[in-house]
């Protein structure tokens, strides 16, 4: 039973680390996209750094990305900024690209 119980707490080990970086990740993605999209709405400073707060929070509110995706259709709707859907969606798979890259070169 020894080895089975091994294995079993490598694996639970290693579903908690890997779920911890998942959720690092996409944190980082979403301060990443929220720094694009605050530029693109023409915030700086502190209303951007305000701005990234709301995106990450949006985040919060469902599983998957469709909740920070309809917070920035939405600001891009409302402030009149051109973005597709498929550029927005492009964005948010290549800043959790990029963030997952810079949590791996930190570690």
């Excluded at 119980?5 to 579903?15: H, V, Y």
């Amino acid at each position: 039973m020894s080895t089975f119980d091994d294995r079993e707490d490598k694996f639970e080990k290693k579903f908690a680390h890997d779920a911890a970086l998942k959720f690092k990740a996409e944190a980082r993605r979403n301060k990443l996209v929220g720094l694009w999209a605050a530029e693109l709405l023409g915030k700086e400073g502190a209303a951007a750094d305000a701005y990234v707060k709301e995106v990450i929070k949006a985040d919060l509110e469902e599983a998957g990305d469709e909740d920070v995706f309809r917070k920035l259709r939405a600001d891009f709707d409302a402030a009149s900024v051109e973005q597709s859907d498929h550029q927005i969606r492009r964005q948010l798979d290549e800043r959790l690209e990029e963030a997952v890259k810079q949590i791996q070169t930190e570690g």
